[in-house]
Nanobody, 121 residues
Framework: QVQLVESGGGLVQAGGSLRLSCAASGSIGSINAMDWYRQAPGKQRELVATITSGRSTNYADSVKGRFIISRDNAKNTVYLQMNSLKPEDTAVYYC???????????????WGQGTQVTVSS
């Protein structure tokens, strides 16, 4: 019913920047929270940043001050601007959205396919 497509991952050197995007399509009525998660090899998937429909934001301590999450409701898209990247930021990054589909009163979580971010030293 709803698909999330991510883009923007790649290989960068430490100190560099990268911008991820995640666009939702399908039978979308409204989108509540939009989140970014990441999973490094051998580690649990962790929440990186979240943004509410009112554009209130929260960040993991490890990325606070370096990453910025934003959203464009007209495009059903969430972005993650990553600055001052460190090797420990290397992970697969996943977007997640809480969506109420058209004609429904229920909300569901949808996940993107993941995009690899690799930071070299």
């Amino acid at each position: 019913q709803v698909q999330l497509v991510e883009s923007g991952g790649g290989l960068v050197q430490a100190g560099g920047s990268l911008r991820l995007s995640c666009a939702a399509s399908g039978s979308i009525g409204s989108i509540n929270a939009m989140d970014w998660y990441r999973q490094a090899p051998g580690k649990q998937r962790e929440l990186v940043a979240t943004i509410t429909s009112g554009r209130s934001t929260n960040y993991a301590d490890s990325v606070k001050g370096r990453f910025i999450i934003s959203r464009d409701n007209a495009k059903n898209t969430v972005y993650l601007q990553m600055n001052s990247l460190k090797p420990e930021d290397t992970a697969v990054y996943y977007c997640k959205m809480v969506v109420v589909t058209t004609g429904s009163v229920y909300q569901y979580q949808y996940w993107g396919q993941g995009t690899q971010v690799t930071v070299s030293s």
